[in-house]
């Protein structure tokens, strides 16, 4: 009889561990996703529009009258606070579309950097469409060469911003997204041959800058996101 049962014993325990393994498996990649769960990058590209005035002189520079527009590119590293809220940096650096002529053949060359921090509400994460908006607090430098002088206005500014993910399969994400951003330069910088200078404007006025453009994302679903 203790002959019969031990060959019966062993294919059970054979059986066992060939339906445990899957079920480890599992669980492994459950445990580690291969990607932290507290972690989203995300990368943006779009175009800003300008308006309103880069001081308040009594005759301004308007910033329109500096800018066509900007072809940014925005790189965005985001902490997850729970499901739903993202906090953190963000940069962007654009390719200048100039307006202002430094003769009729040539445009006269600028740029623009902008850098700061941000906080977004996912509002249905754990949807195919992931709604979002925020709101970003930032720093914008935008410079202008107008020989012999190279000029730069510097400033905080703040972006309300939003849009929406669509999850395209496992943790990749692209979707659309549209800002508006108002602030103010308080310092102006003035370098020629001859030396610089810098100081704090004291007429100020408010500029605007209006975006649109795509996003991609990677993040993996918060298990609370699961239903």
Known sequence: MQTLLRPAARALLTLSLLVSV?????????????FPRWLALSARGGYLMPGGRMDGAAEPLYLYEVYKGLF???????LRIGSRVELG????????????????ERA??????RFGLQGNLHWNPSGPIDLWSGVALGYDTTAL???????????????LQAGFDKNFGGNFWAGLFVSGTAGQYDTLKVRMLGGSGRESLRERALHLWIGFGFRVRVAVPHPSDKS
């Not at 006269?108 to 950097?113: A, F, P």
């Open 108 to 113: 006269c060359k600028g740029s623009n950097l």
């Open 72 to 78: 940014a590119a925005i790189v965005e590293p985001t």
């Open 89 to 104: 940096p963000w940069v962007q650096l654009s390719h200048a579309q100039m307006r202002i002529r430094c003769s009729a």
């Open 145 to 159: 060469s107008v020989p012999p002088a190279e000029i730069t206005y510097s400033g905080p500014d703040v972006t």
């Open 22 to 34: 899957p079920t480890f498996a599992d669980e492994q990649a459950e445990r580690d996703p291969g």
